[in-house]
């Protein structure tokens, strides 16, 4: 059993549809930082409502430090769950002062344990000189960091945290998802944060959930989501990939495709017939006499780098899906012209 645990979670808001969130099943680690990441409508807010019961499941149960808070016969109120939330407004009462809101959670500790215990998560968040300013005189990066101060001063078992990088601008998220990251090691907490976007939930987590339809999809780390993506959904969700159909070589090391034949990054365990491979286009190298060329059909501009899109030849057929191929920004490629390139097996996945 996890520190946080989800077995077989479902929730119906209409008996008619399809549940919002489907027979989920999940293990978080204590200290775990966690991301559910997914579209719009997969269910993602609606698990970490019912985390921390503002929601009732359907159907499951949910434990809180190896707790019970939620079964067929019991659902504790969110206040005696020990988690700390974080909401994607913040949502810090204006007439208050960032010390006095950062008191709130603490009604029950004496005044002088109160001071001290707001001296010390506002130190942890770096705003100890702002303690008697009110949150319209702070910058949204502070007031999430007093919300996270907030949300961390009663010592929750767990921080729920909903969108928390969605309200502040490209510069200022990088710096955010550096510094929610950091705070959180140092107060040593649990962390679950719901996002849409790919690269907050990579940057900021151990684990990744990505979810569809109220599905969980796959869990994993990020470097292993994106290298070993389990299935197409997820291939295409985290990031941009090039999905091909083919058959796998006797020797189980490669698979026969329309372009060609495309190496395995080790051999596969059984064989099998019809497969779907995933090839990111940072694994398409250019190379001078690469091993599959084609017609440059788009350049894109991506800032780091130039995205391709490369119609390739292949038995003197050509292929229907133009290849994304990423290529470094100092290199010259003409629209109309030939490339070649070479395919990094490391990039390339298996996926259902
Ligand atoms: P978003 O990123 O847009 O917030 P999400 O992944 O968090 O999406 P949820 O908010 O969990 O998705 O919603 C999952 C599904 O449940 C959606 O189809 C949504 O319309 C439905 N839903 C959520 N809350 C309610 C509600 N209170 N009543 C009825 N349906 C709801």
């Given at each position: 059993?996890?520190?946080?645990?989800?077995?077989?979670?479902?929730?119906?808001?209409?008996?008619?549809?399809?549940?919002?969130?489907?027979?989920?099943?999940?293990?978080?680690?204590?200290?775990?930082?966690?991301?559910?990441?997914?579209?719009?409508?997969?269910?993602?807010?609606?698990t970490l409502r019912m985390i921390a019961g503002f929601e009732q499941p359907s159907t499951g149960e949910i434990a809180?430090?190896?707790?019970?808070?939620?079964?067929?016969?019991?659902?504790?109120?969110?206040?005696?769950?020990?988690?700390?939330?974080?909401?994607?407004?913040?949502?810090?009462f204006p007439h208050m002062s960032i010390v006095k809101n950062v008191m709130f959670g603490l009604n029950k500790?004496?005044?002088?344990?109160?001071?001290?215990?707001?001296?010390?998560?506002?130190?942890?968040?770096?705003?100890?000189?702002?303690?008697?300013?009110?949150?319209?005189?702070?910058?949204?990066?502070?007031?999430?960091?007093?919300?996270?101060?907030?949300?961390?001063?009663?010592?929750?078992?767990?921080?729920?945290?909903?969108?928390?990088?969605?309200?502040?601008?490209?510069?200022?998220?990088?710096?955010?998802?550096?510094?929610?990251?950091?705070?959180?090691?140092?107060?040593?907490?649990?962390?679950?944060?719901?996002?849409?976007?790919?690269?907050?939930?990579?940057?900021?987590?151990?684990r990744v959930v990505v979810m569809n339809e109220g599905v969980i999809q796959q869990i994993a780390a990020p470097k292993e989501m994106y290298r070993c993506p389990k299935n197409c959904f997820v291939a295409q969700f985290v990031g941009k990939t090039n999905l091909l159909d083919g058959t796998m070589d006797n020797d189980q090391r490669s698979i026969h495709t329309h372009i060609g034949k495309v190496d395995l990054p080790e051999q596969w365990k059984e064989r099998l017939e019809n497969v779907k491979l995933s090839i990111r286009p940072e694994g398409c190298r250019l190379a001078k006499e690469?091993?599959?060329?084609?017609?440059?059909?788009?350049?894109?501009y991506g800032g780091e780098y130039q995205e391709l899109y490369v119609r390739l030849h292949s038995d003197h057929m050509l292929s229907k899906e133009p290849m994304v191929i990423?290529?470094?920004?100092?290199?010259?490629?003409e629209i109309g012209s030939i490339v070649s390139f070479d395919i990094t097996p490391e990039l390339v996945a298996l996926v259902e």
């Open positions: 059993m996890g520190f946080i645990q989800l077995n077989n979670v479902t929730k119906f808001f209409t008996k008619t549809l399809k549940p919002a969130v489907d027979s989920l099943d999940l293990s978080i680690n204590k200290g775990e930082i966690i991301t559910l990441l997914g579209p719009s409508g997969c269910g993602k807010t609606t809180i430090d190896e707790e019970e808070v939620f079964s067929d016969h019991l659902s504790l109120p969110p206040e005696k769950r020990g988690i700390g939330m974080v909401f994607q407004d913040y949502a810090l500790w004496s005044t002088r344990e109160k001071k001290k215990r707001a001296k010390e998560v506002l130190e942890l968040v770096g705003l100890e000189e702002y303690a008697t300013r009110y949150p319209t005189e702070l910058s949204g990066g502070q007031q999430q960091r007093v919300a996270l101060a907030r949300a961390l001063a009663p010592k929750p078992h767990v921080v729920l945290m909903d969108e928390p990088f969605s309200n502040l601008d490209a510069g200022l998220r990088e710096k955010m998802r550096f510094d929610v990251t950091n705070i959180l090691r140092k107060a040593n907490t649990t962390a679950i944060i719901v996002t849409h976007d790919q690269k907050d939930a990579f940057a900021v987590s151990d690469g091993q599959y060329c084609g017609k440059v059909e788009r350049v894109t990423y290529a470094p920004i100092e290199q010259d490629v």
